[in-house]
């Protein structure tokens, strides 16, 4: 009830910043060129973002402040500062893996946040950015299992996340090491680590960072690391050009040494 | 065209329909069995609310109020996530057949406690005048003319148990919603994935409403 308020206002709100342009004349033939979806982003003023709010460093709503801070946001804000000129112009939104693509489909954000892993099958739905971060996928399992190595998971459980690459990669890892695994799927990674403490799951397995925060006394983090995977912002299908001026902002960000900076802020390698 | 509904994702769930086929044979098993389990329960304690016992009275709203007033999610997290912590680990079908099971049967319990508080007590009092003991008042007189009054809510309670079993989507279960959301979210073909998945449920529940409109017409031939 409330987006739908929120939309509304928007909506008129965007009318009616586009009816007073038209009375005042056409003055702006620099805005003319923006495609319209860049200008609708800018008539709204706010750049909608869906990032991550239970990754710690990446996106992570602090419970006491009430925001969410991370690497991931402070990314978007460089995009939101590009398009808007102004970097706390972001109207950030909680996703899940589950809810990002539907989000970024329905125009309920503008771009994508969230560890999302670039791969050839999501690039047919969604357009990502060059990647601005390599993350291995980790191996989570309780310390009094005495499992060392993804072989001692040979016959066991796996807890993955929906929407996650992490099954794929995993099991083309067992393959190839000839082990035999199984794989439970769960909507969020609390639940993941609940069905580990529960001994649902034998190994909690997402992207490493991830991982680190569901890091406790009782269990331990696998030296493994497998398939590297790439994170990329990512919009909507049909809007080319918002897609380009995210890329452009990356690879800026890139080249001037600003992502290593963001980086070691929030202490990632 | 890319949108949620372009048509080579229809051709990749094509491609891969078993996932959905075995999906909907799981939840098909998960409900029959949980079904019987509610209708067992349900009876049982839609029986003993109505009783003179007082204790059985007593347990059978206990049942009712604490699985009524609890949601089914936090009942089935409570046997996958709680239970064990407790020292029992039940496997994941059982726990579709017994937590949608048990909580259905407090519904259809209330279903049978209403149907039987319909009868008029004269009925009662008349069979116990015919040398009739409880349990055959029950099974002869009673029991038959509830059941025209029980049949829709409890065709109700029956399509809503189908739908139901797809909580078991959110502890892993296996089931026909589990592997809507495993297969769509590996992909992100969510629009046509959960189109069929709706398609899948209502072939599951479509029958089962029928037939249960045709027992109605049937016991309303038989009063």
């Known amino acids: ?38 200008q609708a982003i800018k008539d709204r003023g706010v750049l909608k973002v869906g990032t991550k709010v239970d990754v710690p460093k990446f996106g992570y709503k602090d419970p006491k402040s009430g925001k969410i801070e991370g ?34 489909d329905n125009g309920e954000i503008d771009i994508v946040a969230a560890t999302f892993t670039i791969t050839d099958e999501r690039k047919k739905s969604y357009n990502f950015s060059d990647p601005y971060f390599t993350d291995g996928i980790g191996l989570l ?29 995993i099991q083309e890892e067992a393959d190839k090491q000839g082990i035999k695994l199984s794989f439970l799927e769960f909507g969020t990674y609390p639940e993941i680590k609940s069905a580990l403490d529960a001994g649902r799951v034998d190994c909690f397995s997402v992207d490493t960072a991830i991982l680190y925060g569901y890091l406790d006394d009782k269990t331990e983090l696998l030296l493994d690391r497998f398939s590297p995977q790439t994170y990329g ?5 049909s809007n080319e050009a918002l897609a380009k001026l995210i890329n452009d902002t990356i690879n800026e960000l890139k080249s001037n040494g600003e992502i290593d900076k963001l980086k070691s802020k929030w202490g990632l390698k | 065209m890319t949108g949620p509904f372009a048509w080579f994702k229809w051709e990749a769930l094509f491609a891969e329909w078993t996932v959905f086929g075995e999906g909907a044979l ?6 029959m069995l949980a079904l019987a389990l509610s209708l067992a329960l349900g009876v049982m304690f839609g029986v003993m609310s109505t ?17 009524q007033n609890t949601p089914l999610v936090i009942q089935i997290f409570f046997y996958y996530h709680g239970l064990p912590h407790l020292g029992l680990s039940l496997p994941v079908f059982s726990i579709g057949v017994l937590g949608v099971g048990v909580y259905h049967g407090a519904y259809i319990s209330e279903v049978v406690r209403a149907g ?7 009925q009662r009092e008349a069979a116990y005048s015919q040398g009739l003991n409880y349990v055959e008042t029950m099974k002869y007189i009673i029991l038959p003319q509830a059941k025209r009054i029980v049949l829709p809510p409890l065709a109700n309670q029956a399509v809503s148990l189908v739908k139901n079993t797809s909580v078991l989507a959110m502890i892993a279960g296996g089931d026909l919603m589990y592997r809507a959301d495993s297969w769509s979210s590996q992909n992100l073909y969510y629009g046509p994935a959960y189109v069929t998945t709706g398609i899948l449920y209502l072939m599951l529940c479509l029958p089962l409403a029928s037939l249960a409109r045709n027992l109605e017409k049937k016991a309303e031939v038989h009063a």
Request: glycine share 8%; proline share 3%.
């Open chain 2, 51 to 67: 009783s003179h016992w007082k204790i059985a009275k007593a347990i059978s709203r206990i049942y009712v109020e604490f699985i």
């Open chain 1, 233 to 237: 912002i990512a919009s909507k299908k």
């Open chain 1, 1 to 38: 009830m409330k987006g739908k308020f929120t939309i509304l206002a928007a909506a008129l709100l965007s009318t009616i910043v586009v009816l007073s342009g038209c009375s005042g004349g056409q003055k702006a033939p620099a805005a003319a060129k923006l495609a319209p979806e860049i």
């Open chain 2, 26 to 31: 799981m939840t098909l098993a998960a409900s």
């Open chain 2, 116 to 122: 039987i508080q319909s009868i008029p007590k004269g």
């Open chain 1, 71 to 104: 690497f991931e946001v402070d990314i978007a804000k460089a995009i939101a500062k590009k398009i808007l000129g102004d970097e706390n112009k972001v109207d950030l939104q909680g996703v899940t893996a589950k809810t990002r693509g539907p989000l970024l």
């Open chain 1, 141 to 169: 399992v309780k310390k009094e299992s005495g499992i060392k190595s993804l072989k001692d998971l040979n016959g066991k459980k796996i807890g993955v996340a929906q929407s996650a690459t992490t099954k794929k990669a």
